[in-house]
């Protein structure tokens, strides 16, 4: 089993070979990623670190690293990428986090719920995400598509997918310190094309 650190304040100047070099002489250290700029030599700051044992792993997180007269900052890694996301259409206004969380904990191991609501009006959809942390449940869940919560109600499960407009203007999404899409209200129009004018043209005609 592997661990994994996140590295950052790396010095975007530096050698990635001598950077290199000097992180795998740690005891414990089997590989260094460090993330480069599009189309340059330099680093962007940030790099994952992989280890072998639990110890190094440890020893790294307390321990302070200087190179190039900077210190470099381990943290937990976190893939975002292993979680498996659910929409959930058809929920009750009434229904409490707690309920929603027992109802899909039946299925899996549910990581986290988050009901949806409006940006500006902050109203509840009636829509909801929910996150599993391993495939399995999560494909078990996406093959009944249908979830009943009483003789009445029956949740609807589908796919999570990203919003629209990260999908059509993901570079101009930029949001303000400790705050998310759904806290943000993008300060941009989407462009919607219009229709062409028709030009009345008028032939003039030279007289003979």
């Given at each position: 089993?592997?661990?994994?650190?996140?590295?950052?304040?790396?010095?975007?100047?530096?050698?990635?070979?001598?950077?290199?070099?000097f992180i795998m002489s740690f005891e414990g250290v089997t590989n260094i990623n460090v993330i480069m700029q599009k189309n340059s030599t330099l680093n962007k700051g940030i790099g994952i670190l992989t280890l072998e044992t639990k110890e190094a792993h440890d020893k790294l997180l307390t321990n302070n690293v200087v190179f190039y007269n900077r210190?470099?900052?381990?943290?937990?890694?976190?893939?975002?990428?292993k979680f498996y996301k659910l929409h959930v259409i058809?929920?009750?206004?009434?229904i409490t986090d707690n309920e929603l969380f027992e109802t899909f904990?039946?299925?899996?191991?549910?990581?986290?719920?988050?009901?949806?609501?409006?940006?500006t009006t902050r109203q509840f959809k009636g829509t909801?995400?929910?996150?599993?942390?391993?495939?399995?449940?999560?494909?078990?869940?996406?093959?009944?598509?249908?979830?009943?919560?009483?003789?009445?109600?029956?949740?609807?499960v589908t796919k999570r997918r990203r919003p629209i407009h990260q999908m059509l203007y993901p570079q101009n999404m930029s949001y303000p310190q400790n705050m998310s899409?759904?806290?943000?209200?993008p300060q941009y129009t989407p462009f919607i094309p219009q229709q062409?004018?028709?030009?009345?043209?008028?032939?003039?005609f030279k007289q003979q």
């Open positions: 089993m592997s661990f994994k650190l996140f590295i950052s304040n790396i010095p975007y100047d530096c050698v990635c070979e001598e950077f290199n070099k210190t470099l900052k381990f943290t937990e890694y976190i893939n975002q990428h058809n929920v009750p206004v009434d904990k039946k299925y899996g191991k549910v990581d986290s719920i988050k009901k949806d609501y409006n940006y909801a995400c929910v996150v599993y942390d391993n495939y399995d449940d999560f494909a078990t869940v996406l093959k009944l598509k249908d979830i009943p919560i009483t003789e009445k109600t029956i949740l609807t899409y759904s806290q943000y209200t062409p004018r028709k030009l009345n043209i008028q032939r003039v």
